[in-house]
Structures are given as C-alpha cells and as structure tokens.
C-alpha cells in the first residue's frame, strides 16, 4: 500500500477541494475536525498546513490594496460590488480605490483626493452615480487566469463578444471528447 502526503490549507474557505500537487501529494482544503480525521488513516503519511503561494496572497490582486482586502486571496476574494449603470455609491477610503477606475478612465472623469475630500471634475462630491454597466470575468481555469480579480471590472464597451466554442481542452491529457463543442 502507498502512503500519501497531504497539505492542508485552514484558510481556504473552498472547502474539500482536492488538487495534486505531485505525485501522492495532495492540497485539500478542510476543517480542523476533518483534519485529525484524515490524520488517523493508516494510508496517510503526514498532514501539514499549507502555506499560501505568492499568487494566493498576491499583491496584485485587484483593488491592490485597502480596507478589508489584507485578507483576500484567489480562492477566498471578495465581497465585491460590481457597479451597474444608474446605481450610486458614497465614496469613501474603503471604496474609493475599488471605483476610481471606472469612474476617471472608463467614464471620462477627472478625479481627484484633496485633503481627504474627493473632486469629481474640479466640483466636491460625496456619491458617484455610474453611467454604465461593469461586468466581473473570471477564467475558467482559477488557479491559472488572470482576470477580474487581478485587473478589476470590464466596463460594458469592452466587451466585444461570446464565448460559444470550445477550441481546446486539457486536464491531465487533451480532453477529445470536449474540442469544438459549443459552450452550453
């Protein structure tokens, strides 16, 4: 019988996802209970907690810094709010830096912090009403995709078109079965 190594990671909340890392070597998420479970199987070789890789705990994940996001990883993101067109917000040092973006580059408007008030073209302003709809992309492969959660909201002029195929597909080995299928 093989014995297996496992890494345990306790601040994944994705719990009981399973990836190979190498062979006979595992990163479960689970809880402190499932743990000393898994840790009493005679097949069980060690289990450590893992220690999160630079790009779980990445200094590039969008808004890139700022109240609440200290925690944040790819697996764990959020909350985000994804503006919508005619929705406001009050702006604040907690959110500022989630929607400044959008509002200066995508939205035309020049925006500025002075002595912690906010200037929306050379006038004071407390709130900012969007004029168009954002969208969040996540890749379909999370742990390889650069995407929303590196580099923020799509604004709806972006987007330029619809996934419907399949081009190609690999876990492990090409997937035939799944090339040139339309995306249901």
């Known amino acids: 019988m093989n ?24 990163e479960i998420s689970m809880t402190d209970g499932e743990m000393a479970s898994l840790k009493m199987l005679p097949m069980v070789k060690d289990v450590i907690q893992a220690v999160l890789s630079p790009m779980d705990k990445s200094p590039y994940l969008f808004p890139y810094s700022g109240a609440g996001t200290e925690t944040w990883t790819v697996d764990n993101y959020g909350p985000m709010w ?19 973006r959008s509002i200066s580059v995508y939205e035309g408007n020049k925006f500025e912090e002075k002595n912690g008030q906010y200037f929306i073209n050379d006038k004071p302003a407390t709130s900012y ?21 590196f580099w923020g909201f799509v604004p709806e002029d972006h987007i330029v078109g619809k996934a419907s195929l399949i081009w190609f597909s690999y876990d492990n080995g090409v997937r035939w079965n799944r090339i040139f299928k339309t995306i249901k």
């Open 82 to 100: 994804i503006p919508k067109k005619g929705a406001t917000i009050q702006l604040g040092p907690d959110n500022v830096i989630r929607y400044k």
């Open 129 to 149: 009403t969007f004029n168009m709809n954002y969208y969040w992309m996540m890749g379909d492969n999370r742990h390889n995709s650069l995407d929303s959660r």
């Open 3 to 26: 014995s297996i190594g496992i890494q345990f990671n306790m601040d994944d909340q994705n719990k009981n996802q399973v990836y190979m890392l190498q062979n006979n070597l595992y």
